[in-house]
Structure formats: structure tokens, C-alpha cells
């Protein structure tokens, strides 16, 4: 087995500083070493929505057998799943569901993943469904309207910088000084088009990230979703404007870490860039609702009836099931940092949860 760090040192050696996208495409998931690759994460370095409150995905299969209803209720759909983690969340989607037979009887389940280990959790809290597994979405063939999620996906996805230095950008890279990975600027200043328009004339120091598979990806739902129908759902941390932030980072054992210093041991994400994502989906020909805080779409689907519920059922639980609810919604915790943002066909009915509240 080779270990990432071994790996990258490899390709700096062949080639030079290499770009942080690069570095984060091989710790992440390259196909031997790569962190998704050989682990479960989730709960070890990082919990997600799901993992706090069955809640979470409950409403999102409210969400889902809602948009189907109001499609006219397709005999026939996908319902895709990117990056389905410990497949928690598509367990708890499946469970809510039960109340539309309908939906669940028309739907093929198929999950994109890159990673054996988490495949395996995926079949385990999955079992008794029909599952396929995909690498990319495009394997998926496009013959029916397609109901996608992607739950912290995208933030997952290899982002480059752009650092404004003695008045140009610059790509920032990563290089090699014996064993240790250092940042540095490339020589050569980058292709202005890389830099939004009103965002070229930024102060010294300021950063641009852009993720080129985040902007392909984002797009490619929206085509995929205006040609068959259905919907795509995006939730993840980020920001509604293209920022001038720095915001890579690594996360192990709950702790922010240092991003250089354990390729393939260490989580590595950057903030989701909302604009970017929303000017892929147009570009597709996407209708595009939101993005809107978590808390305000969790609030809008009806998490606090459903958690009134549920304390009914489970009264020895009803303090795990509100600090829960809190962690989604509050502005403090999950509520306004992560966003939802939904595409569909413009001629379709407007999607659940995103009208002002
Ligand atoms: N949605 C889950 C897990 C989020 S972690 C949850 O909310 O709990 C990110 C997930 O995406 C993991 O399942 C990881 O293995 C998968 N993943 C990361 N990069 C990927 C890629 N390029 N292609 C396919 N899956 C990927």
C-alpha cells in the first residue's frame, strides 16, 4: 500500500510544486492511500447533519417525496445519493418514505462513492434494498427523472487558490523542502480569467478559491435535471458570495489541523462557494432555489412538529432529540454556516422548504 505523503512527494519530485487541488484529489481519494479510501470518518474525525438527528434525513425524504408528488408523481425515478458516507441519511430518507409506497416502489437507489470501506457501511445500514454503486454520476445512465442529494459533498472537492500578490494572482502551490510540504506562489502570474470580474482588483493578500470539479459537478446535475426532471439538493457548509478567504482546512479527531502535514490522515475541505455553484447550475439551465440557511429550510419542512413526535414516542430521549434539533438549526451551530440550495426544471412546480418563512 502506498502512503499519500510518500505519493505526493513523488509527483512534486517528477514535476514541480503542485496545485492544493491536486494535493487535496490525492489525500482525499487516491485510489490506494487516499483518506475516503481506508476509513470511515464519520464520528472518528467529523459527525454531519445525519449522524446528529434522524430528523435530518427524515426531512429530506419529506423534501423528496414532496418534489415527486408535485412532479406528477413518476412511475419511474432515480434517486442518487453523492457521497453517501455511513448511508445514514439515505436509511433515514428510505424509513419517511414509507408513507408514499408509491415513491419508494418507483425509485432505483444508487449511491456515488468513492471509498470500499464506506461502500461496506452503505450496504450494512442499507440492507434490505436494492442499491447500486457508482464512481462518478455519469454512470448513471439518464432514463429517469433523477432525485439527488448531497449531503457535505462538494466541500470534499479539490479547490485551487489564488493569492493577490504585488498586484497580481498568483496560484498558490504547495512544494517540498526535504520531507515537509510548504506553500508557495507560483512565478507566473495566473490567466485573469480565473478571477472574477469584481473580485480582479482585490487588496494585496486577498485569496480567490475556485473548484473546477465543484463547478463541473454542479452543472452537470442541472443538465442532467432540466433533460429528465426531478431535483438535485445541495446542503454544505459555505458561503453565499464568492469570498476573498483562505478557508482550507483539515480536520482530524474533531481538531482543526494543520492541512500540510498528514495527506491521507487528515480530513481536507474548503467552504462550498454558494455563487459558483449557482452560476454552474444557471449555466446548466437549471431553475435554482436558495441557497438558504439549513436552519431556516429545516424549519420550513417541519422539524420542530416532527421532533414533538418523535419526543412522544421516546420520552427517555427528548433531551438527546432537542440538543439535536439545536445543533441543526441554530444560528450558533449548523443553522446558518450550511446552506441548501435545490435545482429543477423552471416549468416545475416551485421546490418544499425554500418559500420565505
Ligand atoms: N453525506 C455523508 C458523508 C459526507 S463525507 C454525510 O452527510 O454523513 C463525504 C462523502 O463523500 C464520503 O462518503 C466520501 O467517501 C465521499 N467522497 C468524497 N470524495 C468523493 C469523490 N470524489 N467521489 C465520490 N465520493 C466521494
Same mark, same amino acid.
Given at each position: 500500500?502506498?502512503?499519500?505523503?510518500?505519493?505526493?512527494?513523488?509527483?512534486?519530485?517528477?514535476?514541480?510544486?503542485?496545485?492544493?487541488?491536486?494535493?487535496?484529489?490525492?489525500?482525499?481519494?487516491? %485510489?490506494?492511500?487516499?483518506?475516503?479510501?481506508?476509513?470511515?470518518?464519520?464520528?472518528?474525525?467529523?459527525?454531519?447533519?445525519?449522524?446528529?438527528?434522524?430528523?435530518?434525513?427524515?426531512?429530506?425524504?419529506?423534501?423528496?417525496?414532496?418534489?415527486?408528488?408535485?412532479?406528477? #408523481?413518476?412511475?419511474?425515478?432515480?434517486?442518487?445519493?453523492?457521497?453517501? *458516507?455511513?448511508?445514514?441519511?439515505?436509511?433515514?430518507?428510505?424509513?419517511?418514505? $414509507?408513507?408514499?409506497?408509491?415513491?419508494?416502489?418507483?425509485?432505483?437507489?444508487?449511491?456515488?462513492?468513492?471509498?470500499?470501506?464506506? $461502500?461496506?457501511?452503505?450496504?450494512?445500514?442499507?440492507?434490505?434494498? #436494492?442499491?447500486?454503486?457508482?464512481?462518478?454520476?455519469?454512470?448513471?445512465? /439518464?432514463?429517469?427523472?433523477?432525485?439527488?442529494?448531497?449531503?457535505? &459533498?462538494?466541500?470534499?472537492?479539490?479547490?485551487?487558490? &489564488?493569492?493577490?500578490?504585488?498586484?497580481?494572482?498568483?496560484?498558490?502551490?504547495?512544494?517540498?523542502? =526535504?520531507?515537509?510540504?510548504?506553500?508557495?506562489?507560483?512565478?507566473?502570474?495566473?490567466?485573469?480569467?480565473?478571477?472574477?470580474?469584481?473580485? $480582479?482588483?482585490? /487588496?494585496?493578500?486577498?485569496?480567490?478559491?475556485?473548484? *473546477? /470539479?465543484?463547478?463541473?459537478?454542479?452543472?452537470?446535475?442541472?443538465?442532467?435535471? @432540466?433533460?429528465?426532471?426531478?431535483?438535485?439538493?445541495?446542503?454544505?457548509?459555505?458561503? @453565499?458570495?464568492?469570498?476573498?478567504?483562505?478557508? &482550507?482546512?483539515?480536520?482530524?479527531?474533531? #481538531?482543526?489541523?494543520?492541512?500540510?502535514?498528514? %495527506? *491521507?490522515?487528515?480530513?481536507?475541505?474548503?467552504? @462550498?462557494?454558494?455563487?459558483?455553484?449557482?452560476?454552474?447550475?444557471?449555466?446548466? =439551465?437549471?431553475?435554482?432555489?436558495?441557497?438558504?440557511?439549513?436552519?431556516?429550510?429545516?424549519?420550513?419542512?417541519?422539524?420542530?412538529?416532527?421532533?414533538?413526535?418523535?419526543?412522544?414516542?421516546?420520552?427517555?430521549?427528548?433531551?438527546?432529540?432537542?440538543? *439535536?434539533?439545536? #445543533?441543526?438549526?441554530?444560528?450558533?451551530?449548523?443553522?446558518?454556516?450550511?446552506?441548501?440550495?435545490?435545482?429543477?426544471?423552471?416549468?416545475?412546480?416551485?421546490? /418544499?422548504?425554500?418559500?420565505?418563512?
Amino acid at each position: 500500500m502506498t502512503d499519500c505523503a510518500a505519493e505526493i512527494r513523488r509527483i512534486i519530485a517528477a514535476r514541480g510544486p503542485i496545485s492544493i487541488a491536486e494535493f487535496m484529489a490525492v489525500a482525499l481519494t487516491d %485510489p490506494e492511500a487516499g483518506y475516503y479510501v481506508r476509513r470511515n470518518p464519520i464520528s472518528g474525525d467529523f459527525i454531519t447533519a445525519p449522524e446528529i438527528s434522524q430528523i435530518f434525513g427524515e426531512l429530506i425524504g419529506v423534501f423528496l417525496v414532496q418534489a415527486w408528488e408535485d412532479r406528477g #408523481r413518476p412511475g419511474q425515478i432515480l434517486l442518487i445519493e453523492m457521497g453517501p *458516507g455511513r448511508g445514514t441519511l439515505m436509511a433515514d430518507v428510505l424509513r419517511a418514505a $414509507r408513507v408514499r409506497p408509491g415513491f419508494l416502489h418507483a425509485a432505483g437507489i444508487h449511491l456515488v462513492e468513492v471509498s470500499p470501506v464506506l $461502500r461496506a457501511a452503505q450496504q450494512q445500514a442499507l440492507g434490505q434494498h #436494492r442499491v447500486s454503486w457508482h464512481s462518478s454520476i455519469g454512470e448513471i445512465a /439518464p432514463d429517469a427523472p433523477a432525485f439527488i442529494v448531497a449531503n457535505e &459533498f462538494f466541500d470534499a472537492l479539490p479547490v485551487r487558490q &489564488f493569492v493577490r500578490s504585488g498586484g497580481a494572482w498568483r496560484e498558490r502551490k504547495i512544494a517540498l523542502d =526535504g520531507n515537509r510540504f510548504y506553500f508557495c506562489l507560483d512565478a507566473a502570474p495566473a490567466p485573469a480569467q480565473m478571477i472574477p470580474h469584481h473580485l $480582479r482588483d482585490a /487588496p494585496d493578500g486577498a485569496v480567490f478559491e475556485f473548484s *473546477g /470539479p465543484s463547478h463541473a459537478l454542479a452543472r452537470e446535475l442541472a443538465v442532467r435535471v @432540466v433533460r429528465t426532471g426531478g431535483v438535485a439538493l445541495i446542503i454544505d457548509y459555505g458561503h @453565499v458570495q464568492s469570498g476573498l478567504a483562505d478557508t &482550507f482546512q483539515a480536520v482530524r479527531a474533531h #481538531r482543526f489541523a494543520d492541512p500540510l502535514a498528514m %495527506p *491521507g490522515d487528515a480530513d481536507l475541505t474548503c467552504h @462550498v462557494d454558494f455563487a459558483a455553484l449557482r452560476a454552474a447550475a444557471l449555466e446548466g =439551465g437549471a431553475e435554482v432555489s436558495g441557497p438558504v440557511p439549513q436552519g431556516r429550510f429545516l424549519r420550513a419542512l417541519g422539524i420542530h412538529a416532527r421532533a414533538e413526535m418523535l419526543k412522544r414516542d421516546a420520552i427517555a430521549y427528548a433531551a438527546t432529540i432537542d440538543s *439535536g434539533v439545536e #445543533r441543526l438549526v441554530s444560528d450558533a451551530q449548523m443553522g446558518s454556516l450550511f446552506k441548501v440550495m435545490g435545482l429543477s426544471r423552471t416549468a416545475d412546480a416551485p421546490l /418544499p422548504g425554500f418559500a420565505e418563512c
